[in-house]
């Protein structure tokens, strides 16, 4: 069956330093990737999509990586900040469907110390 | 610009009783609407989307439906709460249903069934 794995339920980084978060997938060829932003008690907010022929894409500090021979994508929050800390969810997209196929993964809480 | 708006934002309810959540869009027409549940440790879970007024799909067998009365209106409903429907309720709409197109999520319903 399909599986989403997010490195770990939590991570803690330096302020000023770069965060890394992964996500792997197994029995999933997705056609895309999305990556979101949770604060507590509030819904989800949409940062950035990656499609399977893409290798990366950047927006400010964001950074999305994917390899589909690995079958991760990797998500990297570069100069972090407190600010940042959040839970990260990573979503997986198939070919020829639409969001309702779209799978998420638990996500990572991340904390920025400062 | 296109806001989302749930409510309530708690709720507690006793086992049995009748359930309504209610979610408007504002500033688009006809987008794609879905109602997800979120609990602890576990990814975001598709409930019901609608790709128009008066058609639901649904993604979960339960007691649970949902309607769309009017074109930016997303109903979620119970007849009968049972324990296993607590959680985190989101309403969340897309402006096109093909893969990618970003989802954008309301501050969802903190449900609690005693």
């Known amino acids: 069956s399909q599986k989403i794995e997010q490195n770990s339920e939590a991570l803690n980084i330096q302020e000023g330093k770069t965060a890394t978060l992964t996500c792997n997938y197994t029995?999933?060829?997705?056609?895309?990737l999305q990556w979101y932003r949770q604060d507590p008690g509030r819904g989800p907010v949409f940062l950035l999509l990656i499609r399977e022929n893409e290798k990366e894409k950047r927006k400010e500090r964001l950074k999305v990586t994917f390899d589909t021979t690995l079958k991760q994508s990797l998500f990297h929050i570069t100069a972090s900040q407190p600010a940042d800390s959040a839970t990260y969810l990573c979503a997986l997209g198939s070919r020829g469907f639409g969001n309702e196929k779209l799978t998420f993964g638990t996500g990572t809480r991340l904390t920025i110390i400062p | 610009s296109q806001t989302i708006h749930q409510w309530p934002a708690t709720l507690v309810q006793p086992v049995g009783s009748p359930l309504s959540l209610e979610c408007t869009v504002e500033?688009?027409?006809?987008?794609?609407l879905y109602w997800y549940r979120q609990a602890a440790g576990r990814g975001l879970q598709l409930l019901f989307y609608s790709v128009g007024i008066g058609q639901i799909s649904s993604e979960v067998p339960q007691n649970l439906s949902a309607s769309r009365p009017q074109d930016r209106q997303f109903i979620l409903s119970s007849k009968k709460l049972l324990l296993s429907d607590s959680g985190f309720y989101l309403c969340a709409w897309s402006a096109q249903r093909h893969g990618g197109s970003p989802l954008h999520f309301g501050n969802g319903t903190r449900l609690t069934v005693t």
């Open positions: 500033g688009t027409s006809n987008p794609n």
């Open positions: 029995n999933y060829s997705p056609a895309y």
